[in-house]
């Protein structure tokens, strides 16, 4: 069976700090993955979504990145935090090739920058 | 943008009582799904309706949509106190290079009382 693995579950980290979440998918291969913030329990935002390795696509221009250097790995970036990056992160996956696109979500990255 | 919008934003209501939750979309779509999420965790999946669909039930879901509306909704029936959380529409956009994505409202939260 599949599964996400998101981590860290909780991060504080100083304003001008660099930050690096990381998230894997196990027992699919080509996935599609996403990177999603969600402010204050409520909508959630897209920030990046990858179709390959090596493939990423920007949703909304902002201080983040994202990398995907293996097939099932998945990572956000940033070089200096800023204080409106502090959120809730999410990282999902969704298989390719079916016209359903279910996704499927990690346990997500309270993120607080001080 | 956020293309779905779920309404009301808040619902409480006691155990064994039917919660209905509404979600309004904006442009063309291949499906649209329900997810829900507990505080503080990712979201999970609970069911889809394709746009040719008009209802369909998974256990005490029921879930209605009307593409000459644009809108969607969900019920839960027989309500419990583990039914407490936070319910997103989504929406998969017909046509194009999609890859998967789907856009995701504002959410319903939903408070069950014992």
């Known amino acids: 069976s599949q599964t996400i693995h998101q981590w860290p579950a909780t991060l504080v980290q100083p304003v001008g700090s660099p930050l690096s979440l990381e998230c894997t998918v196990e027992?699919?291969?080509?996935?599609?993955l996403y990177w999603y913030r969600q402010a204050a329990g409520r909508g959630l935002q897209l920030l990046f979504y990858s179709v390959g390795i090596g493939q990423i696509s920007s949703e909304v221009p902002q201080n983040l990145s994202a990398s995907r250097p293996q097939d099932r790995q998945f990572i956000l970036s940033s070089k200096k935090l800023l204080l409106s990056d502090s959120g809730f992160y999410l990282c999902?996956?969704?298989?390719?090739?079916?016209?359903?696109?279910?996704?499927?979500f990690g346990a997500g990255t309270r993120l607080s920058v001080l | 943008s956020q293309q779905g919008e779920e309404d009301p934003q808040a619902l409480s209501i006691q155990e064994g009582e039917n919660a209905t939750m509404n979600c309004s979309y904006k442009t063309s779509i291949n499906n649209l799904q329900w997810y829900r999420q507990n505080s503080g965790r990712g979201l999970v999946h609970l069911i889809l309706i394709r746009s040719n669909e008009r209802e369909k039930h998974s256990g005490r879901l029921r879930v209605t949509l009307d593409t000459s509306k644009k809108s969607s909704s969900l019920l839960i029936t027989a309500s419990r106190a583990a039914d407490t959380a936070s319910y997103f529409c989504?929406?998969?956009?017909?046509?194009?290079?999609?890859?998967?994505?789907?856009?995701f409202g504002q959410g319903t939260i939903l408070t069950v009382h014992p």
């Open positions: 989504a929406t998969a956009v017909a046509g194009g290079t999609s890859y998967g994505k789907l856009t």
């Open positions: 999902a996956w969704s298989p390719t090739g079916q016209a359903k696109n279910i996704q499927y």
């Open positions: 027992g699919t291969s080509n996935p599609n």
